[in-house]
Structure formats: C-alpha cells, structure tokens
C-alpha cells in the first residue's frame, strides 16, 4: 500500500524534466502502431484531393506503388485500400466488388507483384463503395438482407484473397459472417488469410468525409442503425467480439476511435485478443481543421494516438500515419 501524502509525496518531482518524463512514460507510439488507408480512384496519374479531408488523396492505380513505397519507407507495417467506384458502376447488389478488375482488385494485384510480403494489405469486405443505395448489404422492401449479403461477401472475401489481400476485414456488421468466410476461405485453401472483424462498429456520425472520400454520401437513403451498433451501448460490444472470436476472427476493431475508448479498455481487459481501433474520417478531419485554423497545435495528433495505445490498442488505423511516422523519426 501507499502510505506517503502530501508534503512527503510530491507526484510533481517525476515531471520536473524531460528525461524523467521519459523514463516514467507508460506509453508510447512507434510505426509499429500505424496503419495507413488509402483511397483509390479510376484513371491514369490522378491524385485528386478529397475536399472533406484537407490533405487526403484519391490515387489512381498507377500511382499506388510510389503511395506504397513512400509508406514502406515511414515503416508502415500494413495498408488498407478502399475504392471510390465511378457511380455508372455502382448497382443495387453491389455487383462491381465481385469484378477482379475492381480498383481494390487492380491495386492489390500491382502491390503484391512489386512488393510481395514488404508490406501487409488489408482489405475491407463490405458492399457500400459498390451499391447505388450506399448500404453495406443486400436491400429488399427497405430492409438490409443479412443472410443474403453474407453469401455476396464470401464471393468478395475470396476474391480479394487470391488477388494477394493479407487481411480480409469485414466491415458490414452482418450476424454470423466471420465464421462462413472463414470456413470458405479455409475450404479454398486460404487458411493463411487473416480476419480482422469490425467487431465492434458503432452507427457513428463521424464516417461523413469517409464516404464523401468513396462516393456513397449523397447516395446513402437512410442511416445504417439496422446494422451498426448504437452508440451507448457497451454490453452489446462484448456479445459482439465474443460471437467473433468464437467464429475466427484473429483480431478486431472498434470504429470509431476516440469517443470509443472505453469500449477499447473493456475488450483488451476481457479477451486478452489484439484489438485494432480506427480513428475514422470524422475525428482525422475534425483535428486537421483545427491544426489547419491553427485552433490546435500539431501535438494533438500524438495525444490522440497515445490515448489509444494508453486504452489498449495494438494498432491504429489513421489517415494521420504518413505524417506522424515522419515525426517519430
Ligand atoms: C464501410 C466503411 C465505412 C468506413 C470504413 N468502412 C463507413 C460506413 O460504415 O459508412 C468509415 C471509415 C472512416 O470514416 O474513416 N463499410
């Protein structure tokens, strides 16, 4: 027990200068924490800035190797691509995410040609950057199929897992869908392709420059609250990583990040499993404008990511990784 107080006990004299600030420190970031999204967009030699997101791009495929280099290059140890698909493409069933010519397709085929294991790839598999509705799943009289979709995202699960993805990460929060991809990835003879579950996503309001970023914001009818969880709920969180876990799943995520922290506390504590967050759109532009107005100073940007590590987190997902890793150097 801790029996000094006051004027025995100073807890000021572990702050008083910088080298004892770092011994004490309990937390830390290093590039080993990053992972970097990536939008992609049709085209040659395009990077076409995303108005919503100050300072995050659309890439088109060609140009992926040198965004991948660069990142190889800050020490990122994984990426995660996500398509803005022309909406001519886009259907009600989502059907360009089975076309092994899709963007997600075409960039993790080039990465993987030039860079083979350097680097790990993560791909989301869900249907919202393919459907003319916005929706992550099937629709039929207003209601998000969820059985239906499942059979979709196994076809698009195995699709992105020939084309060399490392990380299949389920992002559409559909009942049971980590064990029927995981016993149709195995059956294919990808026992090797890990799952990463959006476990726990909430139906967040900080996705917005997200999906102005993949073209589904002005598309989108309605909200996702039939599929997304409801933000204040936790209990229901647990349920969640405890039917994936069960199911496969070799680590997951809570989305979004820092209004979430709590739930990132409380699973680490209980499953002792790797938990990813994803510090989402919202929280990456909120924080950019107030550095870009100069209302915040650029260190927000560490405390935000030291605050997940401090929760638990094993790895963040952030448009902030490029950025950040530079500095850690
Ligand atoms: C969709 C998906 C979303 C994000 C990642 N995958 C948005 C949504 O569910 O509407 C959001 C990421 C971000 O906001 O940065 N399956």
């Known amino acids: 027990m801790i029996t000094g107080k006051y004027p025995a006990l100073r807890l000021r004299r572990n702050r008083k200068y910088s080298w004892i600030r770092r011994l004490v420190q309990e937390n830390d970031l290093s590039h080993n924490d990053l992972i970097l999204p990536i939008f992609l967009t049709d085209g040659k030699n395009k990077k076409i800035k995303i108005n919503s997101m100050p300072g995050i791009f659309r890439y088109s495929v060609d140009l992926i ?10 020490k990122i140890p994984m990426l995660a691509f996500f398509p803005n698909t022309d909406s001519k493409k886009k259907n009600n069933i989502g059907a360009e995410a089975l076309n092994e010519n899709n963007l997600v397709c075409r960039a993790l085929k080039i990465t993987k040609k030039k860079f083979a294991n350097e680097i790990g790839i993560m791909t989301d598999v869900a249907l919202d950057p393919y459907t003319s509705h916005g ?23 195995l699709l992105q897992a ?21 016993k149709a990835l195995d059956k294919k003879k990808f026992a090797d392709v890990q799952l990463l579950s959006y ?35 936790s209990d229901e969180a647990i349920r969640e990583v405890s039917l994936d876990i069960k199911e496969g799943a070799d680590i997951v995520m809570v989305k979004p990040g820092m209004p979430y922290l709590d739930i990132i506390s409380k699973i680490k504590n209980k499953f002792k499993i790797p938990v990813f967050a994803y510090q989402v759109s919202g929280e990456y532009s909120l924080i950019q404008n107030g550095i870009n107005r100069n209302i915040i100073s650029k260190n927000a940007i560490l405390e935000s990511l030291i605050s997940f590590k401090r929760a638990g987190a094993s790895a963040i997902v952030t448009y902030f990784a490029n950025e950040i890793a530079k500095e850690l150097d």
């Open 65 to 74: 190797p040198k965004v991948v280099e660069n990142a190889i290059g800050n």
């Open 135 to 157: 929706h992550d799943g099937l629709i039929r009289s207003n209601k998000i199929l969820n059985d239906e979709t499942i059979e979709i995202l196994i076809q698009q699960s």
């Open 162 to 182: 020939e084309m060399g993805s490392d990380v299949l990460a389920p992002s559409d929060m559909m009942d049971g869908r980590i064990g029927k991809i995981r």
């Open 199 to 233: 476990a726990v996503k909430y139906a967040s309001n900080f996705y917005g420059p997200f999906r102005d970023a993949v073209g589904s914001k002005r598309i989108l009818k309605g909200d996702k609250k039939t599929y997304q969880m409801d933000f204040a709920n």
